[in-house]
């Protein structure tokens, strides 16, 4: 890996408005920065800059494809706030990818379920773009999302094609439907979708990433349905500044989110303070 410390200089090329406070940028590297495809596996994660505003960490929601890439943010803080009056064309800092990412390689000959919800469907988008790539590698593929409402679901424009991959389920429900709205799917909390999942434990990893309330639910319910601690891989989200283990800010028990993981098996974080799941 380059110097962790090292910027790198990258355009806005688009900006794409997921929801009322959500948006997926578009980044590309200029200025001859280049980090490798090997670097950008899916559930690492970038820092973000603005010279003279701030720092902040965020995951990628796309492979890496000529030195161009995506990140899905949501505007909750200073920094978010900031980075939503950015436009098309104006320069931000990266540093990373960091962490470990998902158990593609495990993963490999079984059968694959994702479960999201709200944001968190962000990080396992690259997943499904990966499996999609690399089809033959993979049994199913069920993805199960949910989200507050319908209008509040990311990455909508990008459904129909997820359930033209071969082998591919895509489940959906939303905790409640506006009035005027049309909605054909489950209304309910995500773990709702299990009562149609098609997945087994027999041959099957689990990849999840949500709130962690939402998450403790999804654990608690695959554990019901035979699926061991070890098949269960969760996406953890705290203040991660440095991304190398160094400033403490993530570290839950012994484990540093930002180097350890984002992503871990559940049966490596049961247990561990300051833990929802």
């Known amino acids: ?130 499996i999609a790539k690399n089809r033959s590698k993979y049994g199913r593929l069920e993805i199960l999302y949910g989200a507050r409402t319908p209008n509040d679901m990311i990455f909508t424009s990008e459904f129909e094609a997820w359930r033209k991959i071969p082998n591919s389920i895509l489940r959906l429900t939303v905790d409640a439907v506006p009035r005027g709205v049309k909605w054909n799917y489950k209304v309910g909390v995500v773990p709702i979708l299990f009562e149609d999942m098609e997945t087994t434990p027999d041959n099957a990893i689990v990849m999840t990433c949500g709130p962690e309330i939402m998450m403790h639910f999804v654990v608690k319910g695959l554990i019901a349905k035979g699926f061991s601690e070890d098949q269960i891989y969760v996406s953890l989200e705290r203040r991660m500044k440095c991304g190398i283990a160094q400033c403490g800010h993530c570290q839950i028990g012994k484990k540093y989110v930002c180097k350890d993981g984002p992503v871990f098996a559940y049966s490596e974080i049961k247990g561990l303070p300051d833990l929802i799941i």
């Not at 929601?61 to 200073?78: A, M, P, Y």
Request: charge should be neutral.
């Open 1 to 130: 890996m380059q110097d962790p410390y090292r910027l790198s200089e990258c355009i806005i090329k688009k900006i794409k408005s997921e929801t009322k406070d959500t948006n997926t940028y578009t980044l590309a590297f200029s200025n001859g920065s280049f980090i490798s495809e090997e670097e950008f596996k899916p559930g690492r994660f970038i820092l973000l800059s603005i010279f003279g505003f701030g720092e902040a960490a965020f995951s990628l929601s796309s492979l890496i494809q000529d030195g161009t890439f995506e990140t899905t943010i949501r505007k909750v803080g200073n920094f978010t706030q900031k980075l939503h009056s950015c436009k098309e064309g104006d320069k931000l800092y990266m540093r990373g990818p960091y962490g470990e990412g998902w158990p593609l390689d495990k993963a490999e000959g079984k059968d694959v379920l994702l479960v999201a919800g709200g944001i968190g469907l962000a990080p396992l988008k690259p997943v499904i773009l990966y």
